[in-house]
């Protein structure tokens, strides 16, 4: 089983609807979670981090960790076609690895 | 602030070559890390740095991959020899320190073994 599970989609939807993204994880050790951005041909960029479990919102992006059931989701409100990319989540245990998932191809439709 | 700068951005090379990819952090960032990310994957460390001392190298192909940093700065990932399945986008990233989670990566370097 992968430590940290993605959707690869891709995920395809119209300007202005609202995104969920979503990953599942296995570990159950204290950790924080990390949202990343990749665009094409680029290297990933953070957008959000969160810990253990709650919610977290920075303007148009809320990050919800619901650790009963070890998911992790990333809503996009508003969605504009600049937000057209692959999100990867991560998961770190407060130690010195990050692990990536597979990351998610969100495609914003004009 | 100047961003983690990595060349080249392209390489093309045949299996059994050796290529090298060196790479810049942020300046005063203590933590350079090397991942490789293969298509349709999540980047995946090979090696982290915490100045010029190795942290985890686990997952580094040691039989065919090497890596240093010089005097706690820039570092350079080599391949000898390269095969096939090498093939991939090698992304070096930075940050200030190991127990930080913001990671500042470079726009990669793309391998692709023929």
């Known amino acids: 089983q992968k430590e940290v599970e993605q959707d690869p989609g891709p995920l395809s939807v119209p300007e202005g609807a609202i995104v969920s993204l979503n990953c599942t994880y296995s570990?159950?050790?204290?950790?924080?979670f990390m949202w990343y951005r990749q665009y094409s041909r680029k290297g990933p960029e953070l957008l959000m981090y969160t810990y253990s479990s709650g919610n977290k919102e920075d303007g148009r992006f809320t990050a919800q960790v619901d650790k009963s059931s070890k998911y992790i989701s990333l809503f996009i409100r508003d969605s504009q076609p600049s937000d057209s990319a692959t999100y990867l989540c991560a998961r770190n245990t407060g130690g010195f690895k990050t692990i990536f998932g597979a990351g998610t191809r969100l495609f914003v439709k004009a | 602030e100047a961003g983690v700068a990595q060349s080249p951005r392209y390489k093309i090379i045949e299996k059994r070559q050796s290529v090298a990819f060196w790479c810049n952090p942020i300046s005063g960032h203590a933590t350079l890390y090397w991942y490789q990310q293969i298509l349709g994957q999540g980047p995946k460390l090979l090696i982290q740095?915490?100045?010029?001392?190795?942290?985890?190298d686990s997952q580094l192909p040691k039989d065919r991959f090497s890596a240093e940093r010089l005097k706690g700065v820039d570092s350079t990932l080599k391949i000898q020899p390269a095969k096939l399945e090498d093939s991939a986008v090698y992304l070096c990233?930075?940050?200030?320190?190991?127990?930080?989670?913001?990671?500042?990566f470079g726009p990669g370097t793309r391998l692709t073994v023929t």
């Open positions: 990233a930075s940050s200030l320190g190991s127990g930080t989670y913001e990671q500042y």
């Open positions: 740095f915490q100045n010029n001392g190795v942290v985890d």
């Open positions: 570990n159950s050790a204290f950790q924080y």
